[in-house]
Every structure is written in C-alpha cells, then in structure tokens.
C-alpha cells in the first residue's frame, strides 16, 4: 500500500487555528483484483485510488466492490474478465464517483461495470457535483453490455443517477448492446428540464460493431425507467440508440427525455440489414445537427433516421401494464411497480413471477382499491391511456412520443404535452442535404401524429407547420402554437407558446459537460450533524473547496445563509484554510461545528461564493441538526482532535 495521507493540525490551545486537509490517494500494487479491492477497502468518500505508475495486465476472475464515492483510475491497467464483472457499487454519494483509465476484455457475466446507488437530485455547474463519471476506459469484445446504470436498484430506486459518461471505446461482440441506463419511473412526475444537468449525459464515446450484419440490439445506449439522457458528439457505427416505453418492461415506465445533437450514426453493412439510426418508443426530445447516414435498401445506410413506435397497440405489456392501449382492464398503482402491495406470502398473494412481486412477502397482483393501497406518495389511477376513441382508441397511451407528464393530482397526462423536435440533421451519403421527414412512425400514424406529437424539418417553413432553422431575423413573424423554429445566432429553439409569439424555450447546456473540462467544487454537498445537547457542541466537520477549473477563484467567501445560522459556526483561518484565492488545480478546508441554541430541528445552507473558476458564482452545502435536552458537556482539545472527521 502506498497512501498519502490526510494530514491536520490544531493548535493555540482551546482554539483551532491551523487546519490542512487533503483527501487519501491510494496506490495498487499491481493490477490485480485483490491488490485493488486491498486499497478501495481504505476509503472514505473523496479519496483517490490508483492503479500502479505504467499500468499493467492481469485477469480478474472476482469482482471489485466499490465502497465509496471516491475516484477510481486504473492507470492504463488492461484486465482480462474470467467470468465476473469487472466492478460494481450501491453507495450513497457525498462527492464525485468516478471511474477511468481500464481497459477490459475477456468474459463479463452481466455488465462490466455495474453503477446503482443514490445520488443527490441535482448534478451541474451551479452544484457540488455529486455525480457519475465513467470516461476514458476501453471495452472490447465483451459478450455483455459494458455499462449498466441503475438497474439493480429499479423498480423502488428514489432518485436516478446522473452524470456524464464521456471518452470511451466500447467494441461489443455483434449482437451485444453497449450501455443500458435505467432512471427512475417518478420521473414522469415532473416535467423535465432542457438544457440542463438533470439528466446523464453521454458525450465523445465511440460506439463500433464489427460482423458483417446490423442487428436491433446494436444499442449505444438503452434507456428506460423514466430516463433522462442527453447524447452529443458520439460516434456511433454499425449501431442505434433505443429507448424503450411503458410496459416493454415490467414494472417499469419509458424513457422520459432525451437530447440528442452533433453526432454521428453510421451503418457499413452492405447485405440490406441497416434499418434505424435511433429507435424512440415513448418519452421526447430534441434532436438536431446528427449526421446520419442513409439508404433506402438498408445497404452502407439506415433505411430510417428515426423510428417510433407504441409497443402495446400490437401486444399487452409487462405486468402491471399487461393489456393493450385502451384496454383498460384493472386499476394500477401511480407507482408503476406493480398493482398494489399486501402482506402475505407469495403463495397468498398468487404471484406468477418475480416480475409481479416486489419482493419476499409481498404481491402486486390485486388492483388497489384507495389511495393508501398504493403506498406514500402514490395513487390509484383508473384510465392508464387516455380517453381517444376508435381509431385512436386510449389516445395518448401512457408515456407514448409528445405526451406531457403526468398531472401531479390525477396522473392523467395530456395528448401531445412536451412534443418532440427535430432540425439540422443531414445525410453524409447525399451530400450532406439536411434530411426531411426524419420521423417514420409506420403502423401507428393514428398515434404518434406529425405537427401534433412530433415536429421536424420540412422542405421549407412558413412557421405555420414542423420545425424551421437559420437567423434569429429570419423567423417568420407568424406562428401557429407549438411549432418551433432554432435560431443558429443565438443557439435558441423558439417554440410558439400562443398565435404568432415566439418563446424563446431551449438551449444546449455548456460543452464540455463541467465534469470534463473542471468545476469547482464543495465536499460534502450535506451534513447532518446528528442530535447535540443544547449548550453543546458537535464535533468538527471538515469542508474542502477544489478548483479543478481552468482559471482562479477570487473574492472567496464562506458564510450560512437563512434558517439557523448562529447555530453552525465555520472556522476559517489558518493554513490550508480558504483565502480570497483559489488557484486552479488547488484545494482549501476550513470546518464547521454545530452548537444548537435550542431544541427541535436546526438547519442553514453553507455558501461559498466566489468570481471566476468554473463561473458558477456560488456552490452551497446544506446542514442540519437537532438540539435535545441534557446536560451541557465541554469538549476538551483532545475530544476535539479525536472527533474531527
């Protein structure tokens, strides 16, 4: 073990006056498992664990536990997979998780590296980043998928996991799918938010399936469970993205929203077996300025650029969604894990499989018969489709392409809520012309409607149908509601929100992600400090600004803000402390103590506010504590030391 430690110092008696911290980096031995596992077992979150200077080979035939949120990089190291996963983790993340520098091949049993856990709701520039990156890593030849993100915790995960998946080689065996990325079904709760980092993002991976013929399950990447992906700058050969709907799952709703832009998607197979760039079976999205490459036979091309479908108008789905659209033939529970939970054995409850239990005891076979059948936050809905007639028969269906999210009250959703949007994609095998009628949506056109639940570029644009691009003055001044126009000068897709208005709606978010190209950050990004005698005090925390931006940050400043703030006092003095300057490449600490100054609930937000670095302006951390009654105890210097963590 080779480990450069965290090093504090408290002095001037009863006060703490100087004060320097920095996370543990840890070093393998070698490449192999057990010298990996050796060191990741002496982590808390923050640490660094690296393979060995020049990396190395070895074979893993036992797979690594990640136990912390802490960064992970093999160091070149190449690892050969003997029937196991390379690695896996379930945590709680407080700051960054991230894995990079591997190269894997070999046999994986179920995904090479296998992501769950909880990670807070809030993942960008203006946050303390307590998210996922997985980049710069090799897959080759693996005969399963290289990524799996959320799986193992879905259906009853709580908050997804988000982040960016950046930089990556993924070579799968044909046949084989690259990355499948599960979010969480509550996320059809509330509308998305474009433009943001609310989601996971995929950018500059390299996608390539060798064979000599395409298959459907080429995925770069499959979403599901109310997913939330934005994938840019990838480049995709020989593949597709697919991203699944409600009920081809049990137990689990689609895909909820996607942005796509400025990748390239090309098929090399020349039997006729390239058929879509992307497949879209509910949620929505933007896509624009992708590259893809077509041909009508399905020959050195995709014979469609974008393909939708709804899977329940031709067969039931997966329980509880085990009925086609409009067949409405039981109550489900909002949750979508299943109709509604009871105690009982399985045998009680009648369950067929483990897709209709929820687990040992319980059963989701009997349709809930009140609200608090369906569990905390969850409600019964009666019409799972909506109320179309005849031909559109439960038109919208349930989480289908262009319907809005649920109502927070009934659950019920709108016909054509959150269109899709598309613009500026092109061709590379006819000169690059832009591609018109980029949607098919063959079999289910009574559905999934063009200028209704989807809107894309047509031959030329009046504002008055589909989606138009070019110069802000260029727009036309009149509009028909809900159609959208980009404006290349100001990056800006302008949707007519009422007859003739435009609203300016969208913006991509900042490239690189800020988990590439450096941001500042603030560990922990929460603390609770537990249940304190009033009068007393709680050991110290320490908190610890990183510039990993590329420019300084000045005019530093820590302070709480609102609720309780004399309760939390901050100690920043001393070396290491936090001055008005952080240079890039560079930490500073400075701790905080909690004295409750009464009973009950006490909390405040820690800010630190700054100029330059990632231009974010302020990153916060939220703090919590309880006050009880008691005698009052003072804390010697010692017990100070002692309890510092």
């Not at 399985?346 to 569990?375: E, F, M, Q």
């Not at 690189?512 to 922990?524: E, F, I, K, N, R």
């Not at 001055?579 to 800010?607: D, E, H, I, K, N």
Request: net charge negative; glycine share 12%; charged share 10%.
């Amino acid at each position: 073990m080779n480990a450069l430690k965290k090093v504090l110092l408290i002095g001037c008696g009863f006060l703490v006056c100087g004060l320097t911290v920095s996370a543990t980096t840890y070093t393998a031995a070698s490449c192999s498992s057990a010298d990996f596992q050796t060191e990741l077992n002496l982590t808390v979150d923050g640490d660094t664990v690296n393979g060995p200077n020049g990396g190395g080979t070895a074979t893993w035939s036992t797979r690594l536990t990640i136990p912390h949120s802490i960064t992970f990089n093999g160091k070149s190291c190449s690892i050969a997979l003997s029937g196991v996963d390379a690695m896996a983790t379930n945590i709680t993340a407080t700051t960054l998780l991230r894995i990079t520098g591997f190269t894997f091949t070999g046999t994986s049993s179920f995904g090479a590296i296998d992501i769950d856990g909880v990670f807070p709701s809030t993942c960008g520039p203006s946050n303390n980043l307590p998210c996922l990156r997985i980049d710069h890593n090799t897959f080759t030849n693996l005969p399963t998928r290289s990524i799996i993100i959320g799986y193992q915790n879905s259906p009853t995960a709580t908050a997804a996991v988000w982040g960016v998946i950046d930089h990556n080689t993924f070579t799968p065996q044909p046949t084989i799918p690259a990355v499948l990325y599960y979010g969480i079904n509550d996320s059809w709760f509330s509308a998305p938010t474009p433009g943001t980092f609310n989601a996971l993002y995929f950018e500059n991976n390299s996608y390539t399936w060798g064979g000599t013929t395409w298959s459907a399950n080429h995925d770069a990447v499959d979403v599901e469970v109310g997913g939330q992906i934005v994938q840019r700058y990838e480049t995709i050969v020989n593949g597709s993205s697919f991203y699944h709907d409600t009920g081809g799952t049990p137990q689990s709703r689609g895909v909820h929203w996607w942005e796509r832009y400025n990748n390239s998607i090309t098929c090399t197979y020349t039997d006729g077996s390239c058929y879509d760039a992307s497949g879209y079976r509910g949620g929505s999205g933007y896509d624009f300025n992708n590259s893809i490459g077509l041909d009508a036979g399905g020959s050195g091309g995709f014979v469609t650029a974008y393909a939708t479908e709804i899977f329940r108008l031709g067969s039931p789905g997966g329980a509880p969604m085990n009925f086609t659209v409009g067949a409405d033939s039981h109550t489900v529970s909002s949750s979508f894990r299943g109709w509604y939970s009871v105690s009982g054995s399985p045998t009680d409850c009648k369950c067929s499989s483990n897709s209709d239990c929820g687990g040992a005891g319980i059963c989701n076979l009997i349709s809930p018969p009140n609200d608090a059948a369906c569990g905390t936050g969850y409600k019964v809905i009666s019409d799972i489709d909506g109320s179309g007639t005849g031909a559109q028969l439960g038109y919208p269906a349930r989480d289908q392409l262009g319907v809005g999210s649920d109502n927070p009250s009934t659950h019920a959703q709108v016909a054509a809520g959150m269109p899709a949007y598309s613009w500026s994609n092109t061709d590379p095998n006819n000169s690059n012309a832009v591609i018109t009628n980029l949607v098919s949506n063959s079999g289910d056109t009574n559905y999934i409607q063009p200028n209704i639940d989807f809107y894309e570029q047509g031959a030329t644009f009046t504002g008055a149908t589909g989606t138009g691009t070019g110069l802000l003055s260029a727009r036309p001044s009149t509009c028909t509601v809900a159609v959208g126009y980009f404006a290349t000068d100001t990056n800006t897709l302008y949707l007519c929100k009422t007859t003739n208005t435009w609203t300016a709606s969208y913006s991509p978010a900042v490239y690189p992600d800020p988990l590439v190209s450096g941001t500042v950050t603030l560990s922990p990004s929460l603390e609770n400090f537990g249940s304190i005698t009033v009068g007393s005090s709680s050991s110290l925390v320490i908190f610890t600004v990183t510039n990993n931006s590329s420019a300084s940050m000045t005019s530093v400043t820590v302070v709480n803000s609102g609720g309780n703030t004399g309760d939390f006092t901050i100690t920043n003095t001393g070396t290491g402390s936090c001055g008005s300057t952080v240079t890039t490449s560079s930490s500073c600490s400075f701790t905080v103590v909690f004295s409750p100054a009464s009973t009950g609930a006490r909390s405040t937000t820690l800010q630190v506010s700054y100029s330059g670095g990632d231009g974010a302006s302020q990153k916060t951390s939220s703090l919590s504590g309880t006050g009880i009654a008691g005698s009052p105890g003072v804390a010697s210097p010692v017990d100070l030391i002692a309890a510092v963590r």
